[in-house]
């Protein structure tokens, strides 16, 4: 019998933590997002929105 560990669950991202480990401005990561240069934010609510961390690494 195999004990193998589940896979994490994917973090989702505030902005602010974004920022943090790409070095760039709010404003730099909505303007590559509209180019399609970085990935698309999640949609969790009406003012919600969260990035997976496995875009950002």
């Known amino acids: 019998m195999s004990h193998e560990t589940p896979p994490a669950p994917e973090r989702l991202l505030r902005i602010q933590e974004v920022m943090h480990m790409t ?3 709010r404003s730099y990561i ?3 997002v509209a180019r399609g240069e970085f990935p698309a934010p999640i949609k969790l609510g ?3 929105t969260r990035v997976a ?3 950002v690494v």
Do not use: G, I, M, V
Request: glycine share 0%.
């Open 30 to 32: 909505h303007a590559k």
């Open 46 to 48: 009406y003012k919600c």
């Open 53 to 55: 961390s496995r875009d």
């Open 23 to 25: 070095s760039l401005s």
